[in-house]
């Protein structure tokens, strides 16, 4: 995985959270971040997760989340007293319930030249599902038979797993459904069925025994999915101790599949990587970075909501062959960068 | 739920760890549990879970695993010093991973009146995958579609998952896959297709965010799973409170889908109790325990392995429609019990 580099292509980012407005009054937006990408038509859509957050009280912590009353889903401010000590910026946890402290739904944003970027002021997709109850975040986007496929984070106080959605337009779409039980993350689809199948990479999370670990799943529909694979996991290298997912749809090359990932360091630094799969068989892992492309370097992307984060879940390939990688920085805003042949 | 109950049908266990034959010269048989059930023939079938272990010695623990060498999967006992202080029996950590201390394997046993067995002297379904270098445990057997589908955990390093095996003459099998990836465990299918799909319960580990809980899975092929559903949760009781997972394969009786399923305590005592889904629509909860049916009362259920402890896997309905219930208790040893209605 020597021959690649990742070059940003400015020095700030290019959509922060002061670029979108609130999806309802009494939200503030936290950040506008880990973007899912695709081309249509002339134009590069971004799909950024928008966090929303209502201010806090003196000693109370209020808690955004969706729940059916009345026969549909709404929005409900819960509120809590502050809990003491120090706590992780994104999770509270109020008696035996983990919260989130904000809500995140999904928002397209529209460039002709990939880097100026116009959001839209309403969002796309809203949580309105129980299994999303805590929001939907970390979309990915893949074009393949013809529609648009976005799998993303359906968050409840059951967890986190993966949603699928599907368009044509980006103007209406069509649930259908959770398609990897929780607790599970980072889920991208392949852009092409190989020798007749579906396939996904995923990323299961840990609970007792575990390690931190990337798989691979086959389906005959891209709806149900089995034969679920370990792929690679942590090498034991810092920079990926605590945590390791893929990123957007892989991307074909003459080389193989090409996967960007993300790992987590035990101080929760978040760097990105590549990895390479066969071509005619995504369960050969083919080779993959030995230290991370990108670290978080600039000013926006080691301080913010969650400092010290690169991500990315979206890249574009354009029509010139040049490959776009969008990446939420500090959980806070969106940059850009060049993936580089050297 | 108030019209049923489980009655012993004997104070003593039917079979126990020293019924069991070791598979390999340095095993000793931990247990003999957890049994899947089915009738096959004239018999009853038990589909035991054995876990044998390697004695240990003097200030050493060893592990046995099952690893791929020269091409195919062998036996090998890894050797750490004993960790310091109190463990769980089950599990040791050593550094960043955690082993089982014993591998587990399924054995059947062989019945023509449901309690008298007779067990095999060699394993059925022996660990021979990565995806079970720790062991397999805890098979549900459903008849569907004119063969048996036995689910079954598959215990790995990188956490356990719900594989699939199927057999149309416990003689020889072919395996499926893993159809639920880690972290998860205690997969039971239907035994008839609903409206057209195949249906599949499961139970998520919570990792993070995340409570106890049992969820519904629909399939269109048995093998590929998609559309998974929240169905019911710890209620706040003691008994359920630490981990609820479902049992045996649901039977259908005339008021709807009788569900089998455990709860475990704060105290890791593990509890029986049952639930009603809706015979044309599984999403439908109708109705569940509010207490447990059947707690360790025994002295073999209250003391073994892993105290306190009463577990279901496999049921069997009789041609004159009686339900013998049989549970591995204190996961040692196996018991049989009736359900009764009341």
Redesign the interface.
């Known amino acids: 995985m020597k021959k690649y580099q990742l070059r940003r292509l400015s020095d700030q980012p290019i959509i922060t959270a002061a670029d979108v407005n609130p999806s309802h009054p009494q939200f503030r937006v936290m950040g506008a971040f880990n973007p899912a990408a695709c081309r249509f038509g002339d134009e590069i859509l971004l799909l950024l997760r928008v966090a929303e957050a209502v201010d806090t009280l003196p000693g109370k912590i209020q808690v955004p989340i969706v729940q059916q009353l009345d026969g549909q889903f709404q929005l409900v401010i819960k509120m809590f007293a502050e809990p003491e000590g120090d706590y992780d910026p994104r ?1 509270v946890q109020i008696g ?3 919260y ?1 402290t904000s809500l995140s739904h999904l928002r397209l944003a529209r460039s002709r030249d990939g880097i100026h970027f116009t959001v839209d002021s309403n969002p796309f997709i809203f949580p309105e599902r ?2 999303e109850s ?1 929001g939907v975040e970390d979309a990915r986007i893949t074009l393949l038979d013809g529609q648009y496929w976005i799998t993303y984070t359906a ?7 993966v949603g699928l959605i599907v368009t044509k337009d980006f103007v209406s779409f069509e649930r ?9 993350k980072d889920a991208c689809l392949f852009p092409e069925k190989i020798n007749g199948f579906y396939y996904l990479l ?1 990323r ?8 931190p ?1 990337v ?1 691979l ?5 891209g ?8 792929l690679f ?1 942590a090498a034991g290298t810092q920079w990926e101790h605590l945590k390791i997912g893929a990123g957007p749809e892989p991307i074909r090359t003459d080389d193989g599949w090409l996967v960007c990932y993300h790992g987590a360091s035990v101080d929760h630094e978040y760097s990105l990587a590549l990895a390479l799969l066969d071509r005619d068989d995504p369960t050969q892992l083919l080779d993959r970075s030995t230290e991370p492309l990108m670290v978080p370097e600039l000013e926006w992307e080691k301080t913010g909501f969650f400092p010290n984060v690169v991500f990315t879940n979206g890249w574009v390939q354009l029509p010139d062959g040049r490959i776009l990688v969008y990446y939420g920085a500090a959980d806070y805003c969106v940059g850009v960068a060049e993936l580089v042949t050297v």
Not at 204 to 211: L, S, T
Not at 217 to 221: F, L, P, Q, Y
């Open positions: 999770v035996d319930q983990a989130l129980a299994d805590f968050v409840s106080e059951n967890g986190p797993g259908r459904g959770m398609i990897i039980p929780p607790p599970n995923h299961p999370m840990v609970a007792d025994i575990g390690k670990s798989w799943a086959r389906s005959t529909d709806i149900h999915w089995g034969d679920h694979r370990f996991g």
